[in-house]
Structure formats: C-alpha cells, structure tokens
C-alpha cells in the first residue's frame, strides 16, 4: 500500500519536463520565479498564444501550485 504525503493536494500533477523547467526558471529568477511565469502565461494568453500559454502555466503551476489555479480557471471560461 501507497500512502500519499499529508500535504498532498491531489492536483494536477507537473510532468517531469515541466518540473525541470521550473527549477531552471527558478534558479534564474529566484523567488519571483513563479510570478514570472505567472507573467508570461498571462502575456501568452493575451497574444493569443495557447501553446505558449500552457507552458509557462505549467511551469507556474511547479512553482506555486495555487497561483497557477488563479489563473487557470478564468483563462479556460474565457477561451
């Protein structure tokens, strides 16, 4: 048997591509790293650029799992 740990949400997952991404955008932007990426979904989404914006929400989700949410959801009823 499996035990998962206490502190896990049970979210969507973050593939291994994505993971790595993450801790390289996070050892160049820091601790602002997921507000970055935050940044970029949003400009993607903006533009209009759906693949964009799936990968720098993939890496905010990485980074900071609730934020990503935020703006998952009203970017998916919008488009």
Known sequence: MRFQPANDNRGKRVASTHL?????HF???GLAAADHARQQALSAADAGDRQ???WWLEICRAL???MASRIDLP???GG
């Open 20 to 24: 790595h991404a993450a801790l390289r």
């Open 27 to 29: 050892a160049e932007h």
């Open 52 to 54: 964009s914006f799936e």
């Open 64 to 66: 900071d799992r609730r």
């Open 75 to 77: 970017v998916q009823a």
